[in-house]
């Protein structure tokens, strides 16, 4: 399967697709990804032991996400994402992926997103979720109030995917939630430098996570819904 079939810009323009300015820019979309291609993404997705988001490495996952990691960042895809949300060429930037197979319930706190990213993009692909909001993106107008939500939540479904560009009030977050949300993210970066240091980060917290990944979930495990953390 090509790239370019995986991940459509003209997908974009459905008529269900949210495209908001205020109070930051974000668009949500359903229906992003093709229903042939699932079982081949199902089947490539990587088998992550470890809870969180760990920095992309293409020899642990199959040709099909390979290709929809290419697809997302390309500069052509880019830029016409970038185009919804008021940023110019965003394609230019750098883009730094990292994907999740599993959370613990210290994951979702509400943050905005550091200063170094412009813009981030969720792909989600999870086959099914559970009937309750635990888990699920919301786009918040308070850093300490996950309820206080500006747009309908996103349930992290296979072909459901969001972008947003980075403010000072980009408050986004989500109930604390265990167990498998599969998520590829990609975020454009202001520069290369930036990339490398957030790569060399996400390494070394991979190497942590494997040998206290329990207590990273122990420790997690009673946080507070409208828990918040810095950037």
Same mark, same amino acid.
């Given at each position: 399967?090509? %790239?370019?079939?995986? +991940?459509?810009?003209?997908?974009?323009?459905?008529?269900?697709? $949210?495209?908001?300015?205020?109070?930051?820019?974000?668009?949500?979309?359903?229906? /992003?990804?093709?229903? /042939?291609?699932?079982?081949?993404?199902?089947?490539?997705?990587?088998? =992550?032991?470890? %809870? #969180?988001?760990?920095? =992309?490495?293409?020899?642990?996952? #199959?040709?099909?996400?390979? *290709?929809?990691? &290419?697809?997302?960042?390309?500069?052509?895809?880019?830029?016409?994402? #970038?185009? !919804? $949300?008021?940023?110019?060429? $965003?394609?230019? =930037?750098?883009?730094?992926?990292?994907?999740?197979?599993?959370?613990?319930?210290?994951?979702?706190?509400?943050?905005?997103?550091?200063?170094?990213?412009?813009?981030?993009?969720?792909?989600?692909?999870?086959?099914?979720?559970?009937?309750?909001?635990?888990?699920? +993106?919301?786009?918040?107008?308070?850093?300490?109030?996950?309820?206080?939500?500006?747009?309908?939540?996103? !349930?992290?479904?296979?072909?459901?995917?969001?972008?947003?560009?980075?403010?000072?009030?980009?408050?986004?977050?989500?109930?604390?939630? *265990?167990? *498998?949300?599969?998520?590829? /993210?990609?975020?454009?970066?202001?520069?290369? *430098?930036?990339?490398?240091?957030?790569? /060399?980060?996400?390494?070394?917290?991979?190497?942590?996570?494997?040998? &206290?990944?329990?207590?990273?979930?122990?420790? #997690?495990?009673?946080?507070?819904?409208?828990?918040?953390?810095?950037?």
């Amino acid at each position: 399967m090509l %790239a370019a079939t995986l +991940l459509d810009p003209a997908r974009l323009d459905r008529p269900d697709t $949210l495209i908001r300015n205020e109070p930051f820019s974000f668009l949500i979309a359903h229906g /992003q990804l093709p229903e /042939q291609a699932r079982a081949d993404l199902d089947r490539d997705f990587p088998k =992550y032991t470890g %809870a #969180g988001f760990f920095p =992309y490495d293409e020899k642990e996952c #199959g040709p099909s996400i390979r *290709e929809l990691v &290419a697809a997302i960042t390309s500069p052509a895809f880019a830029s016409a994402v #970038g185009a !919804k $949300l008021g940023i110019e060429n $965003l394609g230019q =930037y750098p883009t730094l992926v990292t994907i999740c197979r599993h959370l613990n319930k210290r994951h979702g706190t509400i943050h905005t997103d550091s200063k170094s990213k412009v813009a981030t993009a969720l792909a989600y692909l999870n086959p099914s979720w559970h009937d309750t909001s635990d888990g699920c +993106l919301r786009f918040l107008a308070k850093i300490d109030d996950i309820d206080a939500a500006i747009a309908p939540e996103v !349930k992290p479904l296979y072909g459901e995917f969001v972008v947003f560009k980075r403010a000072d009030n980009s408050f986004h977050g989500h109930l604390p939630y *265990e167990g *498998e949300r599969r998520v590829i /993210q990609v975020a454009w970066l202001t520069s290369e *430098e930036e990339k490398l240091r957030k790569t /060399q980060r996400g390494v070394a917290t991979r190497f942590f996570k494997k040998i &206290a990944g329990g207590l990273d979930r122990r420790f #997690g495990a009673g946080r507070d819904r409208n828990a918040a953390h810095p950037d």
